[in-house]
Structures are given as structure tokens and as C-alpha cells.
């Protein structure tokens, strides 16, 4: 997880996360849309921190011979993102893309186009994968930190779950 010391997203005040919002402008928008332009530039900070993060990791086969990887999905527009686990023989011509329920559906709904699609940080072995992508998808992160801007239903690993009208929206 990318912590203060790491980069100055993670639980730092709106103001601070998106001071490019001025008070002119802020003054534009009502209440919903100024929180919801906020919490979408928070998410994009929180992108771009990510793919700082894992810049350089290079892919490499497993004890198993199989390529595993954490990966960070996120629309282009919106910021909303899913970060995921999956498992290759070759990453290379494999055309996988993310499964979570809510992001598939928004695959569905805005098209692969509408999103980009990084490979974080590769690992030895499955478990490996799964524990680092619980790392970087807490609890708190889905039901505070980016409430409404995470595909994520749960922490790292572990699919399913339901989705409240305010985060599918």
C-alpha cells in the first residue's frame, strides 16, 4: 500500500489531493459534483503513484513456469480503477484484461477502449501475487479512501461481493 511517506495520496484532505479545483471553479458545481470531480482526481494521483511505484519491474516466469502478476486497470476518463491478480504461460500474447464482477461490466458498458491496463509487479508464485495484491487492496481502501472510485469489492484476492447504488454510479 502506498503510504504518506510514500506519496501523499492515500488519506490526505481533499484540498491537498485536488488543489487544481479553485474556489472559482469549485463554485461551479454542486456539492455532489465538486466531491465527485475530488475523488476522481484522488484516484488518478493514486493511479499514477502506483505505476511509479512497480516503473521498472520486469516479467519473469515463476517456479511453476507461469507468469504472475498484480495489474492496475482504471478508466481513462473517470480514474475509477480495479487492481487484480492473474496467472499466465505467456503474458505476452495473453489479452487478459481484469475479471472482477463490477469492472467487467463496466468493460462491458464503456468498451476496453475507455480503460488502460498496466502489469504492476510480477512474482514466484501465485500465493505471492495474491498476498501483494492484499497489500494493495484493503478494506479501507474500497469502503473509505476510494469509496466510489474502486471496481475492488473486496481485499485483495477474494472476488465477489456487493456493490452499493453510490459506488456503481
Known amino acids: 500500500v502506498i503510504t504518506m511517506e510514500e506519496n501523499q495520496v492515500m488519506d490526505a484532505p481533499m484540498e491537498v489531493v485536488a488543489p487544481e479545483v479553485s474556489e472559482t471553479v469549485a463554485q461551479s458545481f454542486s456539492a455532489d459534483d465538486l466531491a465527485k470531480v475530488r475523488a476522481q482526481e484522488k484516484a488518478k494521483l493514486y493511479?499514477?503513484?502506483?505505476l511509479e511505484k512497480y516503473k521498472g519491474n520486469e516479467p519473469f516466469k515463476g517456479e511453476d513456469g507461469e507468469y504472475h502478476y498484480i495489474y492496475l486497470s482504471y478508466h481513462k476518463q473517470t480514474y475509477k480503477f480495479y487492481i487484480g491478480k492473474h496467472s499466465s504461460k505467456n503474458f505476452i500474447i495473453d489479452k487478459y484484461t481484469g475479471s472482477g464482477v463490477w469492472y467487467g461490466r463496466a468493460l462491458k458498458h464503456h468498451g476496453k477502449?475507455?480503460?488502460?491496463?498496466h502489469r504492476l509487479a510480477f512474482f514466484p508464485t501465485s500465493d505471492e501475487a495474491y498476498a501483494k495484491e492484499a497489500e494493495e487492496v484493503t478494506m479501507d481502501m474500497i469502503d473509505n479512501t476510494f469509496k466510489a472510485q474502486i471496481y475492488n469489492l473486496k481485499e485483495g484476492g477474494k472476488g465477489g461481493g456487493k456493490m452499493s447504488k453510490e459506488i456503481r454510479d
Open 47 to 50: 493511479c499514477e503513484a502506483l
Open 113 to 117: 477502449d475507455a480503460f488502460e491496463h
